[in-house]
């Protein structure tokens, strides 16, 4: 197993056996700062995808590390064209810079604001150019933050239809969810010659957003994709399957040269930033991981589903 997984798995553990110990003001916090889920997900079952193995609590760890993880300012950098990462260690934000103002995807936790602005400046822009800011879903460690982006920079908000409720319903520090624009599948969101389409793959949320662009560096061109979380929950619902059967295959054919994701690890960031810090060649061109997150995601889907049916009598 993954060193860094291994590590991240025991403070994980660690948190969670504090919150069965100090009860329900704790609780809150993993419900808040584990991506809605509590209790954790079993440890079962286990698969091995690419020659690692995983669980759906390794997959958890994985994709949220510790809290402080979740609130540490990542180095920001340029990914690719006129794409920059300004997220933390664990939840990714992504900047698209354009003549006519820039694009923000995901504000992650309202905490993170000023942790997103400084990452925004740190790379020479600034923070009031943002004028329209997207997500991929409605959790509140990807768009929990939207009202206080919106009071920062004055950006435009956008939602998939489907994450309307969800979205209205998150209300961090008493602010109502904005949402100047609904959006649906196949919609198109263009500023200043950047053109991004909205993708419903829904299973995670109800309205997962999968982003796709063309990102043009080097005199090339390459198609970027910026994946909605494809992790199941604990209970498949017959809703559920039938939204999971919709989303992998419609994920799987995206023209892809660059994959990204909502948290880091779905891309193996870390190691890709260590890379281009080498002088390696763009690492996050990566047609050949493009897969890689879907594989892991569909893999555990059908295990759990197989489990389920099992325990069910089927």
């Not at 920062?152 to 961090?172: F, I």
């Not at 995206?254 to 990204?260: E, F, N, R, S, Y």
Request: charged share 20%; net charge negative; with cysteine.
């Amino acid at each position: 197993m993954d060193d860094r997984i291994s590590r991240v798995m025991v403070m994980f553990l660690r948190f969670i056996t504090a919150a069965a110990v100090l009860g329900p003001a704790v609780s809150r916090g993993v419900n808040s700062g584990w991506a809605q889920t509590a209790p954790p997900p079993a440890d079962h079952p286990e698969i091995t995808v690419h020659g690692r193995k995983f669980t759906p609590r390794l997959i958890l760890a994985r994709n949220m590390g510790t809290p402080e993880d979740q609130t540490t300012q990542f180095p920001p950098h340029k990914i690719i064209g006129n794409l920059y990462y300004v997220g933390t260690r664990t939840l990714s934000s992504f900047l698209i810079v354009t003549p006519q103002g820039n694009i923000l995807i995901n504000s992650t936790y309202e905490r993170n604001a000023q942790t997103i602005q400084k990452s925004v400046e740190q790379l020479g822009f600034r923070f009031s150019d943002v004028k329209i800011l997207l997500g991929t879903h409605a959790h509140n460690d990807h768009q929990e933050g939207d009202a206080l982006v919106k009071e920062m920079t004055g950006a435009q908000t956008m939602a998939m239809a489907e994450d309307v409720p969800a979205l209205q319903a998150m209300k961090p520090s008493g602010k109502e969810h904005p949402i100047d624009r609904t959006l649906h599948d196949g919609e198109t969101v263009t500023l200043g010659g950047t053109t991004l389409t909205a993708h419903l793959t829904p299973g995670h949320t109800r309205g997962c957003t999968t982003w796709t662009m063309k990102a043009q560096d080097g005199g090339k061109i390459y198609d970027v994709v910026i994946g909605c979380s494809l992790r199941p929950p604990a209970t498949l619902t017959p809703e559920v399957v039938a939204e999971f059967n919709h989303t992998f295959p419609l994920v799987r054919s995206l023209a892809c040269d660059v994959p990204l994701g909502d948290h880091p690890a779905q891309y193996s960031m870390q190691e890709k930033y260590a890379k281009l810090q080498k002088g390696a060649p763009n690492p996050f061109i990566d047609p050949a991981g493009c897969k890689n997150e879907v594989d892991i995601e569909e893999a555990m889907f059908h295990a759990l589903l197989d489990e389920q049916r099992q325990a069910a009598g089927h």
